[in-house]
């Protein structure tokens, strides 16, 4: 099974950036629509972005206009860039796809202070 594995993370201050990576063990992300997705500990895991096979970009209301989600498929490499960040944006981040097929990575830890 495709293995995904996210880095980037770190701790940054608020009003600041970071570009999260994930990487894919093999060819997925052609062939599905890939997703960003965050969660908060005693939270639910929530769904962050969305890029479809044809490369068109969703964002949720939360993060529209400060993240941007685009991928390298000849590198198997998908990314969020984030900036603007707010403490809000605290969460450890994960790939996947929108579908949720794949077990998930350990995921990137993204803290923002202010």
């Known amino acids: 099974q495709v293995q995904l594995v996210e880095s980037g993370g770190g701790l940054v201050q608020a009003g600041g950036t970071l570009r999260l990576s994930c990487a894919a063990s093999g060819s997925i992300f052609s062939l599905n629509d890939m997703a960003w997705y965050r969660q908060v500990p005693g939270k639910q895991r929530e769904l962050v972005a969305t890029?479809?096979?044809?490369?068109?970009?969703n964002y949720a209301d939360a993060v529209k206009g400060r993240f941007t989600f685009y991928r390298d498929n000849g590198k198997n490499t998908m990314y969020l860039q984030m900036s603007s960040l707010k403490p809000e944006d605290t969460a450890v981040y994960y790939c996947?796809?929108?579908?949720?097929?794949?077990?998930w990575g350990q995921g990137t830890q993204v803290t923002v202070y202010s």
């Open positions: 890029i479809t096979r044809s490369g068109s970009t």
């Open positions: 996947n796809t929108l579908q949720i097929t794949h077990k």
